[in-house]
């Protein structure tokens, strides 16, 4: 069973920075893109960020694009999101998440997912 644990979340002020990584237990799963979704209490889990493993092509959500950026280190078998210019609406759980096929926005199409880790932006 593939498992992907998620760190590097924590308590920032708004205009601050956090880097979010996920490091993946398996080399060898059938994995076409790596994504970060996000979910705030009372609120649907919405796509944030998306890259595609072989090539990495990188996809956005509007909300966070200019201010947040994915990368990857096959290397390390790793993903990461650089957040930066934090607003309070970027408070949510942030997770992980794996697809082998699929289209990248949709939940759906992701099969593995990480635990969640909590940023919090306050004002």
């Known amino acids: 069973q593939v498992q992907l644990v998620e760190s590097g979340g924590g308590l920032v002020q708004a205009g601050g920075s956090l880097r979010l990584s996920c490091a993946a237990s398996e080399r060898t799963f059938r994995r076409y893109f790596m994504g970060w979704f996000r979910q705030a209490p009372m609120k649907e889990r919405e796509f944030v960020a998306a890259?595609?493993?072989?090539?990495?092509?990188?996809y956005y959500a509007d909300s966070v694009k200019g201010r947040f950026t994915i990368s990857r280190d096959v290397d390390k078998n790793t993903v990461y999101l650089q957040m930066s210019s934090l607003k309070p609406e970027d408070t949510a759980v942030y997770y992980c998440?794996?697809?082998?096929?699929?289209?990248?926005?949709?939940?759906?199409?992701?099969?593995?997912w990480g635990q969640g880790t909590q940023v919090t932006v306050s004002s």
């Open positions: 998440a794996s697809a082998s096929s699929g289209i990248q926005y949709y939940t759906a199409s992701y099969n593995y």
């Open positions: 890259i595609s493993w072989s090539v990495g092509d990188r």
